[in-house]
């Protein structure tokens, strides 16, 4: 079992930038980043593999950056360039499997999440 505990979340309005912070309990291969906006489905964000190779969705490629710190078995997710379309509850998950991917079954833990708003 890999605990997750998210931080940074909050407000900021259109052109700001928040730095999210994920805490793991343990190590994983994969770890990624999720966000979900009221009634709709969850969306995968970015990942990250144990090699550092990372993937973004789309919408955010060139605004967000994920890293990792393994000696401190912690998770980042810098956003710069916020939308107000970037609101959403942001979720850290975990992947035991050799595998990652920006869909919600390569992933075994999930964090309780932290919220984004941004204005415009």
């Known amino acids: 079992q890999v605990r997750l505990v998210e931080s940074g979340g909050g407000s900021v309005q259109t052109g700001g930038s928040l730095r999210l912070s994920c805490a793991a309990s343990g190590y994983t291969w994969c770890m990624g980043w999720f966000r979900q906006a009221p009634g709709q489905e969850r969306e995968g964000v970015a990942y990250i593999t144990d090699r550092n190779t990372t993937r973004y969705t789309d919408s955010v490629k060139g605004r967000f950056a994920i890293s990792q710190d393994n000696a401190k078995n912690t998770l980042y997710l810098q956003m710069n360039s916020l939308k107000p379309e970037d609101t959403a509850m942001y979720y850290c998950?975990?992947?035991?499997?050799?595998?990652?991917?920006?869909?919600?079954?390569?992933?075994?833990?999930w964090g309780q999440g932290t919220q984004v708003a941004v204005s415009s």
């Open positions: 998950a975990a992947g035991r499997n050799l595998a990652c991917g920006l869909d919600i079954r390569w992933y075994d833990f």
